[in-house]
């Protein structure tokens, strides 16, 4: 059985830049790891390489290239792309192995390392372990020799080539034209290839949070941050507003009116869409325990089932890939579409969007609204110690709790991956019982969690 991990979270190595564990040193170590753990045969191993706007990009960057150099892997550089872009040309290069520096939709000064394997999916705990082996491991003797030291190249079309593929998503038989969209690139990796990739499909391209400095990304724009968007989608007289995050693995929509159509409103009208073309695969969606039971009910008047996964699109895809579905994703925003992506893809979502509303002729406001939400709530109890969710009394009070919702509703109660908190959600057709219960679990919780 293999050990707990140290390093990697649910979307591999992340936190504050310059302070473990996203220093130098680490970032040196694990492309030493990596590039050992994915030598395989004589040929001459190969990795790509690419981040999104942040300023601690450069550093990580060099400490990368050093440590797979030294493993005696080539290094091809792409510079900001989005992690999509990442998985696709690391396929597409026959690479062996592709990393993605970012911190997704965190502020500028967090980072992270992603990494992918030779198939373009993000790499499994099993081998995440391993390379964690090898970055604590004496390396003495197993890098490589002078004559065998890595060369780093640049790939100056890659941006192309990633629009290129993007575009081969949408229909050939339609175009953009006459559409007036807004899209917000939250100043990080797909700031260049998602404007022109919506201009080259023929439309009118309002573009804000396009201007990264290198600590700007993510700040009061993007999908965390969607007021901007909403706002100049009105001001514009836009059809649509595009807000991507960081790294553009997620994506949320404002309609015609600035209202947000979230990650389960996607789903549904992408489900329905493939659905009705014979496209979708598998008689299934897979997303998480966040999605709304709305999405669920909507999705069983189409013969489709809502297979749900805790929370992380590495989850999602694991699942999809079990059951060999073509669509999953998150409330979030995060889409992925199998049939084109290995991971999630806010612009290809778009454009799977977009596709439907030049078909259908209707405004956003009409099309993207698949279904009214159960009321839902979601509350953060902070906590120190341990985790308050092993107490009897919570516990208890879960088990009541989840008797009280029982064929109304859902509960779900789950520990943060990056902060001590405990996220409370609970969801039923009653607003005041949705209200009543998350009380309840919360007064159960802050009652055997630590004073902070």
Request: a negative charge; glycine letters at 10%; proline letters at 4%.
């Amino acid at each position: 059985m293999s050990r707990t991990r140290r390093l990697f979270g649910t979307d591999g190595i992340r936190g504050t830049a310059n302070i473990a564990p996203m220093t130098v040193e680490t970032a040196q170590k694990l492309g030493q790891a990596a590039g050992l753990r994915f030598t395989r045969g004589d040929h001459r191993h190969s990795v790509l390489l690419g981040k999104d706007t942040r300023l601690s990009g450069y550093m990580i960057e060099s400490a990368l290239v050093a440590g797979f150099l030294s493993a005696g892997m080539d290094v091809t550089l792409v510079g900001p792309l989005p992690t999509p872009a990442i998985a696709m040309l690391t396929r597409s290069l026959r690479a062996d192995l592709g990393v993605m520096i970012s911190a997704s939709h965190n502020p500028f000064g967090d980072n992270g390392i992603k990494l992918f394997g030779p198939d373009g999916f993000k790499l499994s705990d099993q081998d995440e372990t391993d390379i964690e082996d090898l970055m604590a491991a004496d390396l003495t003797g197993r890098l490589a020799t002078p004559e065998k030291i890595g060369r780093a190249s640049r790939l100056n079309d890659a941006a192309g080539r990633y629009v290129e593929s993007a575009k081969a998503s949408f229909p050939r038989k339609l175009r953009l034209d006459g559409m007036k969209i807004v899209i917000d690139c939250a100043n990080g990796s797909a700031y260049r290839v998602a404007p022109t990739a919506l201009w080259e499909l023929g439309a009118e391209v309002i573009r804000i949070g396009c201007t990264p400095d290198g600590v700007n990304i993510n700040e009061a724009c993007g999908s965390t941050h969607p007021e901007a968007l909403c706002k100049a989608v009105v001001q514009h007289k836009a059809h649509l507003g595009i807000a991507l995050d960081g790294d553009a693995d997620r994506v949320l929509i404002a309609d015609e009116t600035g209202c947000l159509i979230d990650g389960d409103q996607i789903l549904a009208l992408i489900a329905q869409s493939w659905a009705r073309e014979g496209r979708l695969v598998g008689e299934a969606v897979v997303a998480t325990v966040m999605s709304n039971m709305g999405l669920e009910r909507f999705l069983n008047t189409l013969n489709v089932s809502l297979e749900r996964t805790a929370v992380g699109d590495r989850y999602v895809v694991e699942r999809m890939r079990e059951l060999g579905t073509n669509i999953g994703g998150e409330q979030s925003g995060h889409m992925v579409l199998t049939d084109f992506a290995t991971t999630g893809d806010g612009l290809i979502a778009a454009l799977q969007i977009l596709a439907v509303l030049v078909e259908d002729g209707r405004p956003a406001s009409e099309v993207c609204r698949m279904f009214k939400p159960f009321p839902q709530k979601l509350q953060n109890v902070r906590f120190t110690g341990d985790s308050p969710l092993e107490a009897d009394s919570v516990q208890a009070k879960q088990e009541e709790v989840e008797k009280k919702l029982s064929g109304r509703g859902r509960l779900v109660l789950r520990k943060s991956g990056t902060e001590p908190l405990v996220r409370v959600m609970a969801e039923a057709e009653d607003a005041a019982l949705v209200d009543e219960v998350v009380a309840q679990m919360c007064d159960a919780l802050q009652a055997v969690s630590e004073p902070a």
